[in-house]
């Protein structure tokens, strides 16, 4: 004897279509983005093109010096998965990284996550409390910004750090905490070419693709940590001058704009919500 057909509930039915109807909105929303994406990635610049410099040896130089350099970040509610907070934060180089500015936008977020598509929901955050500080001719404005975010390690080499420097016409470096598995690379494999006895550079190797191209550098910034972080170009700035610069601004295992960022993005929930973020 066979069983009766099962009966499903109206609720069910709503639960599929729901499904069907949110991969097709995500589909068409990855659509539209990768447009926007190669669409801005024409603009990227890969070689230095600023006014200040910076020496073989990470010493600024007298004419153009870099002094503020910006640190953005975004956290979390562990309440309300879809409350953000964006960090700003600006440093004075000369000042032995002092904090000189600080300032935070916070939002509920309507766009969905995607991978590889997190400038979508985040840019839009940072470019804000980037365009109110330009709006009021601060003197802190960042000379360069580095970002919580990859540069060119990207599935489609234009991570979030490319994007707000493309929007913004700031340098930007990326600084990934975690490694895309983009062009053949792998967390083993970087891994084991750090701790190569002909790496000569110890602390630093530089990450190539299966096609050849350099996308960036994974390097221990502190000679005391065993975890890496990914270094990458965001825009108008060559990859010499992102370690160069990134070194200049480790004093633990992420350099300190980005640090500095995520410690008050965090604390902004911790004073506004209670939320142990």
Not at 24 to 42: A, G, N, P, V, Y
Not at 103 to 129: C, K, M, V, W
């Amino acid at each position: 004897m066979t069983d009766p057909p099962t009966l499903r509930s109206n609720d069910d039915q709503n639960d599929r279509d729901q499904h069907k109807y949110d991969s097709s909105q995500h589909k068409s929303l990855e659509q539209q983005w990768i447009r926007e994406q190669e669409s801005l990635k024409t603009k990227l610049i890969l070689e230095d093109d600023f006014h200040w410099s910076i020496t073989a040896s990470t010493e600024m130089t007298e004419s153009f010096p870099l002094r503020f350099i910006g640190g953005v970040d975004v956290s979390f509610s562990k309440i309300d998965p879809s409350m953000v907070c964006a960090a700003l934060v600006v440093l004075d180089l000369h000042q032995n990284l002092e904090v000189v500015y600080e300032d935070y936008n916070s939002a509920h977020l309507q766009i969905p996550y995607i991978p590889g598509f997190l400038a979508f929901r985040e840019a839009p955050l940072i470019i804000t409390l980037l365009q109110n500080m330009k709006n009021c001719s601060h003197p802190f404005y960042p000379q360069l910004l580095m970002v919580d975010g990859n540069g060119l390690i990207h599935p489609r080499g234009f991570g979030l750090a490319c994007h707000l420097g493309v929007l913004t016409e700031i340098p930007t470096i990326g600084i990934g905490k975690n490694l895309h598995h983009v062009g053949g690379l792998t967390r083993v494999g970087v891994k084991h070419l750090l701790e190569d006895k002909t790496n000569d550079q110890k602390n630093l190797v530089i990450l190539t693709g299966d096609t050849g191209k350099t996308l960036g550098v994974a390097m221990r910034s502190n000679p005391c940590s065993s975890k890496s972080i990914f270094v990458s170009i965001g825009h108008r700035i060559s990859l010499d001058s992102c370690v160069k610069i990134v070194q200049v601004c480790c004093r633990f295992h992420i350099p300190e704009p980005i640090r500095q960022a995520d410690i008050k993005s965090r604390r902004w929930f911790r004073i506004n919500e209670g939320s142990s973020v």
